[in-house]
Nanobody
Framework: QLQLVESGGSLVQPGGSLRLSCAASGLSLAAYTVAWFRQAPGKECQGVSC????????YYDDSVKGRFTISRDNAKNAVYLQMNSLQPGDAAIYYC??????????????????WGQGTQVTVSS
């Protein structure tokens, strides 16, 4: 069974940066498609970025393109989300999610079989 634990969320000023980590245990994350989602109060769960397990294709929501970067470290069994130029609209609970399959639509939360507990990102001056 794959277990995911997010970390790295914090309070940051607008324009600042954070690096979120998604650490896996139980199984190797290397073959899994892993996505980052976020959910702000009163809003739907939004797909932020995704890295396909085989082939290394990456996807980003338009709202974060050029500011966020997803990456993997298979040796550490982890996936990261580097977030730069953070804006108040980026504030949310961020979740990582994983599936062994290549999703037909990476933005659909029900696609993923495994989820972490989330990490809070607050962007405020």
């Amino acid at each position: 069974q794959l277990q995911l634990v997010e970390s790295g969320g914090s309070l940051v000023q607008p324009g600042g940066s954070l690096r979120l980590s998604c650490a896996a245990s139980g199984l190797s994350l290397a073959a899994y498609t892993v996505a980052w989602f976020r959910q702000a109060p009163g809003k739907e769960c939004q797909g932020v970025s995704c890295t396909i397990g085989k082939g290394g294709v990456e996807y980003y929501d338009d709202s974060v393109k050029g500011r966020f970067t997803i990456s993997r470290d298979n040796a550490k069994n982890a996936v990261y989300l580097q977030m730069n130029s953070l804006q108040p609209g980026d504030a949310a609970i961020y979740y990582c999610a994983a599936t062994i399959w290549d999703p037909w639509n990476w933005r659909v939360p029900n696609t993923y079989d495994y989820w972490g507990q989330g990490t809070q990102v607050t962007v405020s001056s």
